[in-house]
């Protein structure tokens, strides 16, 4: 217990049970998409649909696993979290997805900026310039926080382990980095999206 009191247990939640709970949320999820639409529909005909599909799949499992991470933050920040190996699992995680993510966009990136004039780039820079110069440059910058926030989240919470709940500051401090992240990967996922939807690469 803290100074003031306000960590109230420290009982470890099932991780089987979280990861139960991620697993039906994803079978869910595949459930739908595979019932609305022909399987060889979902990755696509144009050369970047590998990078593409597997870009966008990655960043939809991060944003369940960092919706988790968000409200397991949260209740780190208050003093009453009951899941601490289940949050030290979620900020890996996250930062193992914002990597993967990453790395599957500048790929994806690739047959964006391509030369070619039927390229979403050319594209967006001859119909709509600011899609690109705002929307797209700032989507991609804006993602790549996520990972040096997860990655510094994770290590603080593996390297103190549960020395975190007794300081309020570092409390905090892992509190507030799973929120950032959340918010630039809310961001980055929201635009990409919207330019996937205007023009897919």
Not at 172 to 178: E, P, S
């Amino acid at each position: 217990m803290n100074e003031n009191g306000n960590l109230l247990e420290r009982e470890e939640a099932s991780t089987a049970s979280l990861a139960l709970v991620v697993g039906l949320l994803i079978g869910v999820a595949a459930a739908v998409v595979l019932a609305t639409a022909p399987f060889t529909a979902l990755i696509g005909q144009s050369q970047a649909a590998l990078a593409s599909a597997f870009h966008g799949l990655t960043a939809f499992l991060y944003l369940i696993v960092g919706t988790i991470g968000l409200y397991l933050g949260w209740r780190l920040f208050t003093g009453r979290i009951r899941a601490f190996a289940d949050l030290q699992l979620l900020a890996t995680v996250s930062a193992t997805l914002s990597l993967i993510a990453i790395a599957f966009g500048n790929w994806l990136y690739i047959f964006y900026r391509a030369k070619d004039p039927s390229s979403p780039r050319s594209w967006f820079l001859a119909n709509m310039p600011e899609v690109h110069r705002i929307f797209f440059e700032f989507k991609e910058f804006t993602a790549l926080f996520t990972l040096p926030l997860t990655v510094t989240a994770a290590f603080i919470l593996w390297y103190y382990g549960v020395q975190v709940l007794d300081r309020k500051w570092m409390r905090y401090t892992v509190a507030v980095l799973l929120g950032l992240s959340f918010f630039y990967l809310v961001v980055a996922f929201s635009l990409g999206a919207a330019v996937t939807k205007l023009r897919p690469a």
